[in-house]
C-alpha cells in the first residue's frame, strides 16, 4: 500500500513511505510537463498505473502490524445503532474489540462495517469502515487512536474535553468582572438570534453552523446555543423555550415527548431538507432584526419675521416660507444660527385667519408649535419628513 504520493511544480512524482519501519525513500517518476494533470484529468490512468507498479518495485508499504490510526469521513447518530462513525484507516489494521478514542469520544469497537455493508473482523491501511461502539458522535476530521486500556482512552477524551471547554470559554467570556462589563457594553446594540441546531450527521451540523456564522454583522449575530445529531429530543426544546429560541432540524424531526413539549412552552419547530433554504430563512429572520435605515428629506424652511400670543394657541410665529412647503402634521426643528435648539412637530399652521393643510414658498402664515413657546424673530424652522427602508443582511 503506498503512503503518500507528491506532485511538485516540476512535473514530478515523487513516492514517500512515512512509516518508522521502513526508510524513507523517494523515486521520481516524469510526467508530460505539458500536460496539467490536476486539472484536466488527463492521463490520470497512466499515473495512477506507474505509481502502482513503483510502488510495488520498491515495496512501498504500511505496516499492518501496528496500532490503527484512521480519520474521520463522516459520524451520525442511528436510532438502532447509536454513534456511528465512518473512518478511513491509514495505518496500520483496526480490529473489532480494539478500545479506541476518536477526537473527545472513547469507546470499544462492537462492529465494523465495510462499503459492501457486511461486517468484517478488522480493516487495514486505506480501507474505509463504519465504527459502532462510541461513547458519543465524534467531528468529521478527528483522528482515531488505538489505545490499550478503557482507562486511558477516558482520561484523554476527558482531557480534550476540557480543553475545549476552556477554548470555548476564553472566546465566549471574559474572565474578570471588567472583562464581562466590558463585553457586555459591546453587545448591548447587538440584537441576537438565538437557535438549537440538529442534524442528520456531524459534517451537516457543522456546515450548517459555519454557514450560520457568517450571516452575523456589527448589528445582528446569529447565536448558535447547540447544536449536534439525532432527533430534536425534549431537552432541546428545553433549552429553546429557556433561550427563547427556535430549534432548527435538518433531515430530523422531533420525536413525540419532544413535540408535545414544543407545542405546550411554544417553541418554534422549523425542518430543512436543503442547506441553501435553511441559510435563506435565518438570514430573513435576521434582517427583520436589523434597525431600518432612517432617510429625511427637508420639505420646506420658513423664517420668522415676527410673534405674537394667541389666546388659543399660544406663542405664534409670523413666518414666510423661503424654501419648498410647510405641511402639517409633518415633524419640525427650530434653528437658531443654524444651530437646532427644538426638534418637535405643529401645532397649528394658519393663513391668516383660515387653517391651512400647506404654505407654500413666497407666503407668509403663521406656525404654532406644540408645547414651544420660545421662538425668537430671525429663527428658522424646518420642516422634514421621515422615511424607513428596511435592511437585509
Given at each position: 500500500?503506498?503512503?503518500?504520493?507528491?506532485l511538485?511544480?516540476?512535473?514530478?512524482?515523487?513516492?514517500?513511505?512515512?512509516?518508522?519501519?521502513?526508510?524513507i525513500?523517494?523515486?521520481?517518476?516524469?510526467?508530460?510537463?505539458?500536460?496539467?494533470?490536476?486539472?484536466?484529468?488527463?492521463?490520470?490512468?497512466?499515473?495512477?498505473?506507474?505509481?502502482?507498479?513503483?510502488?510495488?518495485?520498491?515495496?512501498?508499504?504500511?505496516?499492518?502490524?501496528?496500532?490503527?490510526?484512521?480519520?474521520?469521513?463522516?459520524?451520525?447518530?442511528?436510532?438502532?445503532?447509536?454513534?456511528?462513525?465512518?473512518v478511513?484507516?491509514?495505518?496500520g489494521?483496526?480490529?473489532?474489540?480494539?478500545?479506541?478514542?476518536?477526537?473527545?469520544?472513547?469507546?470499544?469497537?462492537?462492529?465494523?462495517?465495510?462499503?459492501?455493508?457486511?461486517?468484517?473482523?478488522?480493516?487495514?491501511?486505506?480501507?474505509?469502515?463504519?465504527?459502532?461502539?462510541?461513547?458519543?458522535?465524534?467531528?468529521?476530521?478527528?483522528?482515531?487512536?488505538?489505545?490499550?486500556?478503557?482507562?486511558?482512552?477516558?482520561?484523554?477524551?476527558?482531557?480534550?474535553?476540557?480543553?475545549?471547554?476552556?477554548?470555548?470559554?476564553?472566546?465566549?467570556?471574559?474572565?474578570?468582572?471588567?472583562q464581562?462589563?466590558?463585553?457586555?457594553?459591546?453587545?448591548?446594540?447587538?440584537?441576537?438570534?438565538?437557535l438549537?441546531?440538529?442534524?442528520?450527521?456531524?459534517?451537516?451540523?457543522?456546515?450548517?453552523?459555519?454557514?450560520?456564522?457568517?450571516?452575523?454583522?456589527?448589528?445582528?449575530?446569529?447565536?448558535?446555543?447547540?447544536?449536534?445529531?439525532?432527533?430534536?429530543?425534549?431537552?432541546?426544546?428545553?433549552?429553546?423555550?429557556?433561550?427563547?429560541a427556535?430549534?432548527?432540524?435538518?433531515?430530523?424531526?422531533?420525536?413525540?415527548?419532544?413535540?408535545?413539549?414544543?407545542?405546550?412552552?411554544?417553541?418554534?419547530?422549523?425542518?430543512?431538507?436543503?442547506?441553501?433554504?435553511?441559510?435563506?430563512?435565518?438570514k430573513?429572520?435576521?434582517s427583520?432584526?436589523?434597525?431600518?435605515?432612517?432617510?429625511?428629506?427637508?420639505?420646506?424652511?420658513?423664517?420668522?419675521?415676527?410673534?405674537?400670543?394667541?389666546?388659543?394657541?399660544?406663542?405664534?410665529?409670523?413666518?414666510?416660507?423661503?424654501?419648498?412647503?410647510?405641511?402639517?402634521?409633518?415633524?419640525?426643528?427650530?434653528?437658531?444660527?443654524?444651530?437646532?435648539?427644538?426638534?418637535?412637530?405643529?401645532?397649528?399652521?394658519?393663513?391668516?385667519?383660515?387653517?391651512?393643510?400647506?404654505?407654500?414658498?413666497?407666503?407668509?402664515?403663521?406656525?404654532?408649535?406644540?408645547?414651544?413657546?420660545?421662538?425668537?424673530?430671525?429663527?428658522?424652522i424646518?420642516?422634514?419628513?421621515?422615511?424607513?427602508?428596511?435592511?437585509?443582511?
Amino acid at each position: 500500500v503506498l503512503c503518500q504520493v507528491i506532485l511538485d511544480e516540476y512535473g514530478l512524482i515523487y513516492c514517500v513511505c512515512d512509516e518508522p519501519e521502513f526508510p524513507i525513500q523517494f523515486l521520481p517518476l516524469l510526467v508530460d510537463n505539458e500536460i496539467s494533470i490536476s486539472t484536466t484529468g488527463i492521463c490520470i490512468d497512466n499515473l495512477i498505473e506507474n505509481i502502482v507498479l513503483q510502488s510495488e518495485i520498491l515495496e512501498l508499504k504500511s505496516n499492518p502490524k501496528r496500532l490503527a490510526e484512521g480519520t474521520v469521513i463522516e459520524a451520525k447518530l442511528d436510532v438502532g445503532r447509536g454513534p456511528v462513525a465512518t473512518v478511513l484507516v491509514q495505518k496500520g489494521t483496526l480490529k473489532r474489540t480494539n478500545i479506541i478514542v476518536v477526537g473527545d469520544q472513547w469507546g470499544k469497537v462492537r462492529a465494523l462495517i465495510d462499503s459492501n455493508n457486511l461486517k468484517v473482523e478488522y480493516a487495514g491501511p486505506s480501507v474505509p469502515v463504519e465504527v459502532l461502539g462510541l461513547n458519543g458522535t465524534p467531528e468529521a476530521g478527528d483522528l482515531l487512536n488505538v489505545v490499550s486500556t478503557e482507562t486511558k482512552a477516558r482520561e484523554i477524551a476527558d482531557y480534550r474535553k476540557q480543553v475545549d471547554k476552556d477554548k470555548k470559554d476564553a472566546l465566549g467570556k471574559g474572565k474578570t468582572l471588567d472583562q464581562m462589563i466590558a463585553k457586555a457594553k459591546a453587545d448591548k446594540d447587538i440584537s441576537e438570534l438565538p437557535l438549537v441546531v440538529k442534524a442528520d450527521v456531524q459534517g451537516s451540523a457543522e456546515a450548517i453552523v459555519q454557514a450560520l456564522e457568517k450571516i452575523n454583522n456589527e448589528e445582528v449575530r446569529v447565536l448558535v446555543l447547540h447544536s449536534g445529531v439525532g432527533a430534536v429530543t425534549e431537552s432541546d426544546v428545553i433549552l429553546a423555550e429557556a433561550s427563547k429560541a427556535s430549534v432548527i432540524g435538518f433531515n430530523v424531526r422531533a420525536n413525540a415527548s419532544a413535540r408535545d413539549c414544543a407545542n405546550q412552552k411554544e417553541v418554534e419547530l422549523r425542518y430543512y431538507s436543503i442547506i441553501y433554504d435553511l441559510v435563506d430563512d435565518i438570514k430573513k429572520a435576521a434582517s427583520g432584526l436589523l434597525k431600518p435605515e432612517i432617510k429625511e428629506t427637508t420639505m420646506g424652511i420658513a423664517e420668522v419675521k415676527d410673534t405674537f400670543k394667541s389666546p388659543k394657541f399660544g406663542l405664534i410665529a409670523g413666518s414666510i416660507v423661503t424654501e419648498g412647503s410647510v405641511i402639517k402634521n409633518l415633524p419640525i426643528r427650530v434653528l437658531r444660527d443654524n444651530i437646532v435648539i427644538h426638534e418637535g412637530k405643529l401645532d397649528s399652521l394658519r393663513r391668516f385667519k383660515d387653517e391651512a393643510n400647506e404654505v407654500k414658498s413666497g407666503t407668509e402664515c403663521g406656525i404654532g408649535i406644540e408645547n414651544y413657546n420660545d421662538v425668537k424673530v430671525g429663527d428658522k424652522i424646518e420642516v422634514f419628513e421621515r422615511t424607513e427602508t428596511a435592511r437585509k443582511i
